[in-house]
């Protein structure tokens, strides 16, 4: 029958006492005894419980935990292996040493690699403080880096929570913003038109403020929504042909680029693995600046591509005003303009936009640019999807 | 052509009458986005995707059907309940538009669900523009049922 | 043959739009009357001569907004497609939203067109003329009730 709470008394120790609770899985009164004499003399104060079997093993388990489980492999009513299964089944990561009499190599491998923490002889039993030290030192590690693992998780999750809600209320802050800012807009410049000459001049004055700065809240949450929508829709990427994607793209800036006397020149352009509506929207934003930054000549501005490895780079260059090296990082981040409102017009979004799109879909964006001498923004593209490596081009 | 580029399906029989609209047409920049059947049958095999036009896909559908009545074969009051009265093509906008001065087809037409019905000026220049305002209108001022024609077309690639 | 005068009904909440559409109506060669109602019930009640409006005139053209009180712009639409004297009245639905399922639904429920509300004010002012020039100009109305 088991003994519930056996206390030895200390032997003479040579190391300082470490409490430990055991549970020994042992039928034998002698064998347990010379297990845990083993023990004290290497400096274990114990405090053992002893079963025989499943029913009293897992009742001991669930009453006082142990911090060790030590079975004998061999037991009449019961095998030590089996206390493994009741670890597991109770889920509990308690380190399990065998002891045993004679146990081949063989068994005792496939005890370890059945999941036993590892095995002692009873003709060896020296080593057993060891073997428990060490049993219970990776134990702790176990516990420690699981904790760090948890942690973590928690705020991964936290975060893409918190950006989830970030991204939700820009989107819906910009979408209802619309509706307001609409009547502003048109009223303000209704005023303009109507009143134009008619009240002093402050007024004229006052009225094109308004109506100017209701305007360029227009454009602003325009592009706010544009940049949260990058975020919020699903990308669905495709094989996508650049050269039919950049002829759509110069229909719709056709009027900037009749305005300006722009010249867009470009090289055959590859097909990409990405979502079609974004890459107009990176190529749009991109020709759209190099017309907008210009200098004093006309536009020119170029869009190749080349292979690099499994993707695709393109290079949107311009001859315009150029970027100073120490901004070249900056200009991707939201917001961020280089040059005031009266110089050049926009919120400083664009390029954010481009960023988004380009590492939603994969890539790395990028400039290269000197002050004066025009800009080049490279960027990169896979190539083809996942399945498609496997099918020859 | 690329049928599934076709934004305006005109079905009329008279040549002249043809030639005309294709070119108040392309004075908006539309005529090469126009596809023309002679007959109410072949209008319904386009639209229905059948016959000769099997290849063809209901989606994208045409942004506009501008459809004559006198027509051979099948009339266009027709094709009109049949276009209406199907699920997959209720939706795409048709206008009548014809010589005829019946009353009587006029409000068949309405009753049959026709988007709007339009007489044919005799004019010459009254037919231009009114066929200039109809496809500004349909294509540019109204918002067709379908939105991106060309993110289907992406997909499909 | 033209009618004389044209009576449009406008049913919007937004009385800054209503404002708007008759800017932009004043001064075209074509002479609409417009009358404006703020929600579905009301639209209704305008359209069936109920309550007050049982000297109402029956609309030659319907611009309907979706988003409305009360009952919203399909659910008008929807009723005036029910009943036979009110079904074939030309409705143009004039709104912000962009939505495909709002265009789609407007189509599949017997929306003669439908129309984005622009963002600023010639596109605006624009596409209500175009909308007057096109249905009083050109389109061969479905009723000709005498009026008045």
Same mark, same amino acid.
């Given at each position: 029958?088991?003994?519930?709470?056996?206390?030895?008394?200390?032997?003479?120790?040579?190391?300082?006492?470490?409490?430990?609770?055991?549970?020994?899985?042992?039928?034998?009164a002698?064998?347990?005894?010379?297990?845990?004499? +083993?023990?004290?003399?290497?400096?274990?104060?114990?405090? +053992?419980n002893?079963?025989?079997?499943? +029913?009293?093993?897992?009742?001991?388990?669930?009453?006082?935990?142990?911090?060790?489980?030590?079975?004998?492999?061999?037991?009449?009513?019961?095998?030590?292996?089996?206390?493994?299964?009741?670890l597991?089944?109770?889920?509990l990561?308690?380190?399990?040493?065998?002891?045993?009499?004679?146990? @081949?190599?063989?068994?005792?491998?496939?005890c370890?690699?059945?999941?036993?923490?590892?095995?002692?002889?009873?003709?060896?039993?020296?080593?057993?403080?060891?073997?428990?030290?060490?049993?219970?030192?990776?134990?702790q590690?176990?516990?420690?880096?699981?904790?760090?693992?948890?942690?973590?998780?928690?705020?991964?999750?936290e975060?893409?929570?918190?950006?989830?809600?970030l991204?939700?209320?820009?989107?819906?802050?910009?979408?209802?913003?619309?509706?307001?800012?609409?009547?502003?807009?048109?009223?303000?410049?209704?005023?303009?038109?109507?009143?134009? @000459?008619?009240?002093?001049?402050?007024?004229?004055?006052?009225?094109?403020?308004?109506?100017?700065?209701?305007?360029?809240?227009?454009?602003?949450? &325009?592009?706010?929504?544009a940049?949260?929508?990058?975020?919020?829709?699903?990308?669905?990427?495709?094989?996508?042909?650049?050269?039919?994607?950049?002829?759509?793209v110069?229909?719709?800036?056709?009027?900037?680029?009749?305005?300006?006397g722009?010249?867009?020149?470009?090289?055959?352009?590859?097909?990409?693995?990405?979502?079609r509506? &974004?890459?107009?929207?990176?190529?749009?934003?991109?020709?759209?600046?190099?017309?907008?930054?210009?200098?004093?000549?006309?536009?020119?501005?170029?869009?190749?591509?080349?292979?690099?490895?499994?993707?695709?780079?393109?290079?949107?260059?311009?001859?315009?005003?150029?970027?100073?090296?120490?901004?070249?990082?900056n200009?991707f981040?939201?917001?961020?303009?280089?040059?005031?409102?009266?110089?050049?017009?926009?919120?400083?979004?664009?390029?954010a936009?481009?960023?988004?799109?380009?590492?939603?879909?994969?890539?790395?964006?990028?400039?290269?640019?000197?002050?004066?001498?025009?800009?080049?923004?490279?960027?990169?593209?896979? @190539?083809? @999807?996942?399945?498609?490596?496997?099918?020859?081009? | 052509?690329?049928?599934?580029? !076709?934004?305006?399906?005109?079905?009329?029989?008279?040549?002249?009458?043809?030639?005309?609209?294709?070119h108040?047409?392309?004075?908006e920049?539309?005529?090469?986005?126009?596809?023309? +059947?002679?007959?109410?049958?072949?209008?319904?095999?386009?639209?229905?995707?059948?016959?000769?036009?099997?290849?063809?896909?209901?989606?994208?559908?045409?942004?506009?059907?501008?459809?004559?009545?006198?027509?051979?074969?099948?009339?266009g009051?027709?094709?009109?309940? &049949?276009?209406?009265?199907?699920?997959?093509?209720?939706?795409?906008?048709?206008?009548?538009?014809?010589?005829?001065?019946?009353?009587?087809?006029?409000?068949v037409?309405?009753?049959?669900?026709?988007?709007?019905?339009?007489?044919?000026?005799?004019?010459?220049?009254?037919?231009?523009?009114?066929?200039?305002?109809?496809?500004?209108?349909?294509? !540019?001022?109204?918002?067709?049922?379908?939105?991106?024609?060309?993110s289907?077309?992406?997909? &499909?690639? | 043959?033209?009618?004389?005068?044209?009576?449009?009904?406008?049913?919007?909440?937004?009385?800054?739009?209503?404002?708007?559409?008759?800017?932009?109506?004043?001064?075209?060669?074509?002479?609409?009357?417009?009358t404006s109602?703020?929600?579905?019930?009301?639209?209704?009640?305008?359209?069936?001569?109920?309550?007050?409006?049982?000297?109402? !005139?029956?609309?030659?053209?319907?611009?309907?907004?979706?988003?409305?009180?009360?009952?919203?712009?399909?659910?008008?639409?929807?009723?005036?497609?029910?009943?036979?004297?009110?079904?074939?009245?030309?409705?143009?639905?004039?709104?912000?939203?962009?939505?495909?399922?709002d265009?789609?639904?407007?189509?599949?429920?017997?929306?003669?067109?439908?129309?984005?509300?622009?963002?600023n004010?010639?596109?605006?002012?624009?596409?209500?003329?175009?909308?007057?020039?096109?249905?009083f100009?050109?389109?061969?109305?479905?009723?000709?009730?005498?009026?008045?």
């Amino acid at each position: 029958m088991s003994s519930a709470g056996t206390k030895l008394g200390k032997q003479d120790c040579a190391a300082p006492q470490t409490k430990l609770r055991a549970l020994l899985v042992e039928d034998n009164a002698l064998d347990a005894a010379l297990v845990l004499r +083993a023990l004290n003399k290497d400096g274990f104060e114990v405090a +053992a419980n002893i079963v025989q079997d499943e +029913a009293e093993f897992t009742r001991s388990l669930r009453a006082h935990p142990p911090e060790v489980v030590l079975a004998d492999y061999n037991l009449p009513m019961w095998k030590g292996m089996d206390a493994l299964k009741v670890l597991r089944a109770e889920a509990l990561d308690i380190p399990m040493i065998l002891v045993s009499g004679a146990l @081949g190599d063989v068994t005792a491998v496939e005890c370890i690699r059945q999941g036993a923490t590892d095995y002692v002889l009873k003709d060896g039993l020296a080593r057993l403080p060891e073997v428990v030290r060490r049993a219970l030192r990776e134990k702790q590690e176990r516990s420690l880096r699981h904790q760090i693992e948890q942690d973590l998780a928690l705020k991964v999750d936290e975060l893409a929570r918190s950006n989830a809600d970030l991204e939700q209320f820009a989107y819906v802050a910009s979408h209802d913003l619309q509706e307001p800012l609409r009547m502003v807009t048109a009223y303000t410049q209704l005023l303009a038109e109507r009143y134009r @000459g008619k009240l002093d001049e402050s007024a004229d004055k006052f009225i094109g403020y308004a109506s100017e700065g209701a305007q360029r809240m227009q454009v602003l949450i &325009q592009d706010l929504l544009a940049f949260s929508r990058v975020g919020r829709q699903e990308t669905s990427s495709a094989s996508v042909d650049c050269n039919d994607v950049l002829k759509e793209v110069l229909q719709s800036l056709a009027a900037a680029i009749a305005e300006s006397g722009a010249v867009v020149t470009h090289s055959e352009l590859p097909a990409v693995w990405a979502d079609r509506t &974004q890459v107009a929207q990176l190529l749009q934003n991109l020709i759209g600046n190099g017309i907008k930054f210009r200098g004093p000549e006309p536009p020119a501005i170029s869009v190749l591509a080349e292979k690099a490895d499994e993707r695709w780079q393109f290079s949107v260059s311009d001859n315009g005003i150029g970027i100073a090296p120490e901004y070249a990082e900056n200009i991707f981040i939201v917001f961020q303009r280089l040059h005031a409102r009266t110089e050049y017009p926009g919120n400083g979004i664009g390029l954010a936009i481009c960023k988004k799109i380009v590492e939603r879909n994969g890539g790395k964006i990028w400039a290269e640019s000197q002050p004066g001498s025009g800009s080049t923004f490279k960027f990169t593209l896979p @190539g083809h @999807g996942p399945e498609e490596r496997i099918v020859a081009q | 052509m690329n049928t599934a580029e !076709v934004e305006i399906l005109l079905v009329d029989d008279s040549p002249e009458d043809v030639a005309l609209t294709l070119h108040a047409l392309r004075g908006e920049n539309l005529s090469n986005r126009v596809f023309v +059947a002679h007959d109410g049958e072949e209008a319904l095999e386009f639209l229905f995707c059948t016959g000769p036009h099997a290849e063809r896909s209901f989606d994208p559908p045409p942004k506009l059907v501008l459809l004559d009545l006198k027509l051979p074969k099948i009339d266009g009051l027709q094709v009109l309940k &049949q276009l209406k009265g199907d699920a997959r093509t209720r939706t795409i906008p048709v206008v009548l538009l014809t010589s005829s001065r019946e009353e009587r087809d006029r409000i068949v037409g309405y009753e049959l669900g026709v988007n709007s019905y339009l007489q044919k000026p005799v004019d010459f220049d009254e037919f231009r523009k009114t066929v200039k305002l109809l496809g500004l209108y349909w294509l !540019v001022t109204n918002q067709p049922p379908v939105i991106n024609v060309k993110s289907h077309l992406a997909g &499909q690639r | 043959m033209m009618h004389l005068l044209l009576e449009l009904l406008v049913v919007d909440d937004n009385p800054a739009d209503v404002a708007l559409i008759s800017e932009a109506l004043a001064g075209t060669k074509y002479h609409s009357k417009v009358t404006s109602v703020g929600d579905g019930v009301e639209a209704l009640a305008f359209l069936y001569r109920r309550d007050k409006f049982v000297h109402a !005139v029956r609309p030659d053209l319907v611009i309907l907004d979706l988003n409305l009180p009360k009952r919203d712009g399909l659910a008008v639409l929807a009723a005036m497609k029910a009943g036979p004297d009110l079904r074939l009245i030309p409705v143009v639905i004039f709104s912000t939203s962009q939505l495909r399922k709002d265009i789609m639904r407007s189509y599949e429920m017997g929306a003669n067109c439908y129309v984005t509300k622009p963002g600023n004010l010639n596109g605006f002012f624009s596409a209500i003329k175009s909308i007057e020039e096109f249905w009083f100009g050109f389109v061969n109305l479905p009723q000709k009730e005498s009026n008045g």
